[in-house]
C-alpha cells in the first residue's frame, strides 16, 4: 500500500483526500493510527491559522494513538507491533487526522495496558502543558521537583494551588500531577456537575466556575488563608486570567495557556508563564523524553486517569462536527476522538 486516506484542510475547509505513505527517516517510526484526539486548537487552525503550520493544503491533528508499522534507522527504544500514543507536531507527515503518522521514535510513550487505543489518543496534548510549566527547565516551566522523580511525590503539601477549568482536558491533568506533588488544597473551577470528577482526581475544593468573577478571590479566601504561589488557568479567558492573577501571592507563579492579557502592576513580581506544550521544540525534548516514559507508569499503575471519552463516528468525516461542539463550548469534562480507518 503506498497511499491513505487523510482529512486535508485550506482555506477553512476540510476535506477528505488520498496522500502518500511516507517511510521513517533516522530516528523516526511510521504509527498506523488506530485513533486521534480533538482538540481546540483544531477549530482555531481552521478558523484562524496557526503560526506553526506552515504548508497548506494541511492535514492537522495533534495527538494520536496507534501500532508502530515501520522502523526508522537508530530505532531502539520501539519495536514493529509496539503499541504507542504521541503528540504530533504541525507537519503533513506527522500530524494525526490521516491513517498513517511519521514520529520521532524518543517522543513515543507505550500504551500500558490498562486503558485503550482511543483513550491513549486523547492524553498527550492534555497533560504536556502542566507537566512542562510545572517541572519543565526554566524559561518552559517553573522547575519544580516532579514526582516521579526521586523525592518529588508529595514534596509540596501544605502548599495551595488553583486550577481555573478543573474539567477541561489540561485542567484534569493539572490536578492529578497537582496531587502526586502533594499541593494541599487543589481548588478548581469547573461546572458543579463536575465536582465528584474532579475531586476523585485529587481536588479538595470546587468553585462553581459560573458564579461571578468579581467573587472569586472571596471564594478562595473561604478554602484558605495561605498565600497561593502556584496556579494554573487552563482555559485562560481574560477575566480568568486576571481573576487568577489577582488572587496570587506577592511572587506568585501563574501559568496561562493561552497568551496572557493580564493587567499587571508595575511593581508586582509575580510571573506569569504562557506554556507552549509542545516536546518537538529542541529546548523541550529530553524532558519529554523522560516524561513520557514516566507517564506510561504512571498510568499503568493508576496515578494518573485519562478523561472519559467519546469516539464520534465515520472517522475523518467526524472531525468537523466534533470541532463545532468544542468551539461551542458544548463537550463537558471528556475528549472527543475519531478513528482514522472508520472513515
Ligand atoms: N498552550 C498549550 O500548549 C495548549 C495546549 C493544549 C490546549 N491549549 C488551550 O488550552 C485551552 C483548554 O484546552 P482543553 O483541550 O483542555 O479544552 P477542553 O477540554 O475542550 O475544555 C472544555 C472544558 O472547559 C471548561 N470551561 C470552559 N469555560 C470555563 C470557564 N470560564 N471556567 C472554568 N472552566 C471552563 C468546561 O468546564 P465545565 O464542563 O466544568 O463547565 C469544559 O469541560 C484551549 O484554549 C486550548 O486551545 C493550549
Known sequence: MTTQIALWLDNGKFTIGPKDIEHPGPGEVLIRNVAAGLNPIDWKIRDHGFFMVKEYPAVIGEEGAGVVEEIGVGVTNLIKGDKVFYQSFMTNRCTTFQQFSIIPADLAGKVPDVITLEQAASISIGIAPAALAFYGQRPQGFEYLPPWEDGGKDKYSRQPIIIMGGASSLGQYAIQLARLSGFSPIIATASPHNTDLLTSLGATHII????????????????????????????????????????????????????????TKADDKKTILFVNGTFFLPENKKFGSRFMSALTRMIAEGEIKTPAIEVIPNGLNGVALGLERLKNNAVSGKKLVVRPWET
Not at 235 to 242: K, L
Open 208 to 263: 462553581d466556575r459560573k458564579l461571578p468573577i468579581a467573587t472569586f478571590q472571596e471564594e478562595v479566601r473561604k478554602i484558605t488563608s495561605t498565600p497561593v504561589e502556584l496556579a494554573f488557568d487552563t482555559v485562560s479567558y481574560p477575566e480568568t486570567q486576571q481573576a487568577l492573577y489577582d488572587v496570587l501571592a506577592p511572587e506568585g507563579k501563574m501559568v496561562v495557556s493561552t497568551p496572557p492579557v493580564v493587567a
